[in-house]
């Protein structure tokens, strides 16, 4: 077979497991890892402390046999050795071997033994097995020249150990069983907000509508994951918003272009039969034609400047803005040339970060804007305050026309929007919104607001 071949047919086995999987995974094994760490502790602490009982009892059988016989020679002193029942089976051994007893020693004796007597070695506990029985031995020094060997059979400690051991391993098999069922808990729990949100995901995915959203738990019992929902819906919430921001740029944008573009045809169809007008009516219609033509050129561009969310970072530069104020009154003191502009600059000269050309056209919408509502005569006044030291800079912009309605306040800055008194002026209402929109791009802050004493003051603030 390929290498192709084996790397398709072994790729399922190291497919990734699922991430609930992988969660209730670990927490068995940390749970499970817990629960035999402190059985096999608890073994070992069992056995020591059975182990220290015997030898605590195997010290004080020497004691006695030693208080008891303090003379006594190479011989078994007491005790049933043959079944080394209480009491303990106790012998002297000397230190030389030529002082041993005829009759042989019913413990093992050793070189070790040996030394504890003649004093070069300390006491010992030794495992013994006597007559087919498990047993625990003590050597220790006796004498001058003597050591005594007590014995005690360990079969109640070897059974309890092993009871011990029984249990315990009982004990961590159910904890073993436990933790499966607290890891697969905690992986459902825990994950079931991920869960949701990934549902929700692929809902939105499926059906392409941003307006579901996740059931967040009551508040007070707020944790990461749950952050990490709402954070979720915040970011849906924007999407909506956006979608359908962009579904209604469209609408409108059809909506506007419908007009221009239906008398664009009405028009291009008249030049068609030129023949049949006269001079003076084709002029009249190249010229409306031409019109027609710069007012959808218009629209288009400034939908396509509506596009841009941002401005380009490499054409970011500081830029100082009394002169920039000062040239955008000239372009409108020349296309407006019954409206006065009045410019007047307080304070220090403010420099900010930004795209000349963007802020050229926020500040030439703001005046075109207050030149068109304003009647022939009347000033529009600009005021430019920089106090300097870190302090704002704030540019108005004010017109003595009709003002603001309070119903149209808060939507003078939406697309396409003309309030009732503004149908019949000339413009495509995406002035106001791109300006908005050039603000924000600058870290600016734009707002209307009714003039003290009749018309609109708008107040934008770096």
Known sequence: MSGAGRRRLGAPWRRRR???????????????????????AAFFVVRSALYEQLNLSLTQSARLAARRNPDS???TLAGECRFLAAPACAEVVPAEPANDPATPYLLPVDAATRAVAAGRHAPFYTDIVHAGHPARMLTTDYAKGRALQVALRADTVEDGIEEAARWLALIGAAGVLVAAGLGYWVSRT?????????ATAERIA??????HRIELPPPGREDEITRLA???NTMLGELEQSVTAQRRLVADASHELRTPLTALRTNAELLARGERLTAEQRERASLALGRQLREVTGLVNDLIELARDEEPQPLVEQVRLAPLVEHCAQAARAHWPSVPVHVRVRGQDAVVPGVPARLTRLLSNLLDNAAKFS???????VELVSPGGGARAVLTVRDHGPGIASEDLPYVFDRFYRAGTARALPGSGL??????QIARAHSAELVAE?????GALFRLTF
């Open 18 to 40: 699922p991430l609930r999987t992988r969660l209730a995974l670990a927490a068995t094994a940390a749970v499970a890892l817990v629960a035999v760490g402190v059985c096999t």
């Open 431 to 436: 002035g106001l919104a791109m300006a908005r």
């Open 230 to 232: 709402g954070s979720f």
């Open 375 to 381: 009647p022939a005569g009347a000033p529009v006044e």
């Open 206 to 211: 499926a059906t392409r509508d941003p307006r």
């Open 73 to 75: 020679g190479p011989d």
């Open 450 to 454: 009714p003039a003290p004493g009749g």
């Open 190 to 198: 825990g994950l079931a907000p991920v869960t949701r949100l990934t």
